[in-house]
């Protein structure tokens, strides 16, 4: 039976439907057609689908737009409504919904369930279900399968196939990192983990065979280190602007060493993954003593409000009152170069500088949402007239400002806050502006 199965892929004779056709499931959708399978996109929503089918990529993503097209138009690649959709056709089915966090910080396993279910009525035997959501330890083991083995009456790794093969692409870049990052493939079972890491060879150049549980908790140990060294980081800047150093210097010198690799500070971390996934990750683990990940989490969470605490510094400095100051926004994404702007650490400073009384104006080449700030739809509206001038985003779009033209149109004795540090400080005060930075200790003590 698995030697069927195997050949089926090798000879690209099997259909393959993706439920959910966000970031993670339209990109998959496209590489597996364009590896010669006929291949179903489901999503909920029509606009996904009606775009997809007329060979439009309702996602900006490098690469994307041709993928889409050149598939839909050689009849590999088609989308379809949840509601339309039985299920009962495939061979595989891959599952790439969200799973968010709710306002309790408790993971909302809801779609994921909901697609299960649909799955499960319509499991046959020698089907293979890979989930690709990033999911807490455990969840194949005690939900999915038991779940999927009650609605078919078939059993796990004998009748059918099922594994977990985790998503590890960053919007920007995600065709690229879906084929050249190594792919992590847990079965439930050895069979599931040797069909699955077959089918993903297809498309990815290094498999990484493991089981499931695993590989839930490799995925979100990832994104909870990376979360865990930026809260470093940033604890580290606060600690430079204390006493009068330099967080760029002293992380570029701190990173000489061999073994050490300390990130970036900044004004907060962003993004549907790094601000959920420690959540997931420690999700009914027994509590810690004492508790990095989530200490991390909220060192994150509290750097836009160190932002607006230097911007009320910085407006001090000037004998200025943050209620009859204009402030501009420069950046909206969560990170450089993305059109994306979940969870983004602007929308925390807008609001608080809004509840001050701050006039706010917002812009972002990339991103439409302001977060209630005004919209600009120029670098020079946005610093017109302006008081303070906040980098929330490193766009490289931001990255050789002119701050002759900026301070011309600013008001007089206009202040920078550089968020993302990609002002030269001495540059800013040459040019007459107060200049703020994350982890820039003023040089007062710099001798
Ligand atoms: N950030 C910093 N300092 C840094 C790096 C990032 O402040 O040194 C901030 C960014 O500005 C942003 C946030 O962190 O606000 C998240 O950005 P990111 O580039 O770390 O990650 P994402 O969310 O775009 O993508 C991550 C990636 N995970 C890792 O790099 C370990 C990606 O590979 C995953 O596929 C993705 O999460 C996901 O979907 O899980």
């Known amino acids: 039976m698995m030697k069927l199965f195997v050949e089926n892929i090798h000879d690209r004779n099997l259909r393959i439907s993706v439920l959910g056709s966000g970031y993670v499931g339209l990109p998959t959708a496209a590489l597996f057609a364009a590896a010669g399978f006929n291949v179903t996109a489901i999503d909920m929503k029509s606009k996904i689908v009606?775009?997809?089918?007329?060979?439009?990529?309702?996602?900006?993503?490098?690469?994307l737009q041709e993928l889409v097209s050149h598939n839909v138009q050689s009849g590999k690649l088609t989308a379809a409504l949840n509601s339309d959709t039985t299920l009962n056709q495939e061979d595989v089915i891959v599952i790439c919904v969200q799973t968010p966090i709710d306002k309790n910080k408790k993971p909302n396993l809801s779609f994921l369930l909901n697609a299960l279910e649909n799955v499960g009525k319509n499991l046959k035997k020698q089907m293979l279900v890979a989930v690709c959501s990033t999911v807490p330890p455990r969840t194949m083991q005690e939900k999915v399968k038991p779940l999927l083995e009650s609605l078919s009456g078939l059993k796990a790794d004998v009748d059918f196939y099922l594994a977990y093969v985790p998503e590890r692409i960053a919007p920007g870049k995600a065709l690229k990192e879906f084929v050249e990052s190594?792919?992590?493939?847990?079965?439930?079972?050895?069979?599931?983990?040797?069909?699955?890491?077959?089918?993903?060879?297809?498309?990815?150049?290094?498999?990484?065979?493991?089981?499931?549980?695993?590989?839930?908790?490799?995925?979100?140990?990832?994104?909870?280190?990376?979360d865990v060294n930026i809260a470093f980081a940033n604890q580290l800047a606060i600690i430079c602007e204390q006493h009068g150093a330099d967080i760029t210097k002293v992380i570029e010198l701190a990173n000489t060493h061999p073994r050490v690799n300390i990130h970036t500070s900044g004004p907060g971390v962003g993004g549907p993954c790094?601000?959920?996934?420690?959540?997931?990750?420690?999700?009914?683990?027994?509590?810690?003593?004492?508790?990095?990940?989530?200490?991390?989490?909220k060192i994150n969470d509290n750097m836009p409000k160190h932002i607006v605490k230097l911007t009320l510094q910085?407006?001090?400095?000037?004998?200025?009152?943050?209620?009859?100051?204009?402030?501009?926004?420069?950046?909206?994404?969560?990170?450089?170069?993305?059109?994306?702007?979940?969870?983004?650490?602007?929308?925390?400073?807008?609001?608080?500088?809004?509840?001050?009384?701050?006039?706010?104006?917002?812009?972002?080449?990339?991103?439409?949402?302001?977060?209630?700030?005004?919209?600009?739809?120029?670098?020079?509206?946005?610093?017109?007239?302006?008081?303070?001038l906040i980098i929330a985003t490193d766009h490289n779009e931001f990255k050789n400002l002119n701050l002759t033209e900026i301070k011309q149109s600013m008001r007089s004795k206009p202040t920078i806050v550089d968020g993302k540090r990609i002002i030269n400080p001495n540059e800013a005060e040459k040019h007459g502006f107060t200049y703020y930075g994350v982890g820039y200790g003023k040089p007062r003590c710099r001798q």
């Open 182 to 226: 190594p792919r992590l493939v847990g079965g439930v079972g050895s069979n599931s983990t040797k069909i699955a890491a077959e089918l993903f060879r297809t498309v990815c150049k290094k498999i990484i065979e493991t089981d499931a549980t695993t590989a839930e908790i490799a995925k979100t140990a990832e994104n909870t280190y990376r």
């Open 50 to 63: 009606k775009n997809v089918n007329s060979g439009v990529s309702p996602i900006n993503e490098p690469g």
């Open 274 to 297: 790094l601000t959920k996934d420690p959540y997931l990750l420690t999700h009914q683990s027994k509590p810690a003593d004492y508790d990095i990940i989530k200490t991390a989490r």
């Open 314 to 388: 910085a407006l001090k400095n000037t004998g200025k009152d943050v209620k009859s100051s204009k402030i501009a926004i420069l950046g909206t994404a969560y990170k450089a170069n993305v059109d994306d702007s979940r969870f983004s650490p602007s929308e925390s400073i807008i609001q608080k500088l809004k509840t001050l009384g701050a006039e706010t104006i917002a812009y972002d080449p990339h991103c439409t949402s302001t977060f209630g700030a005004k919209k600009a739809t120029s670098l020079h509206e946005s610093v017109k007239d302006a008081d303070c």
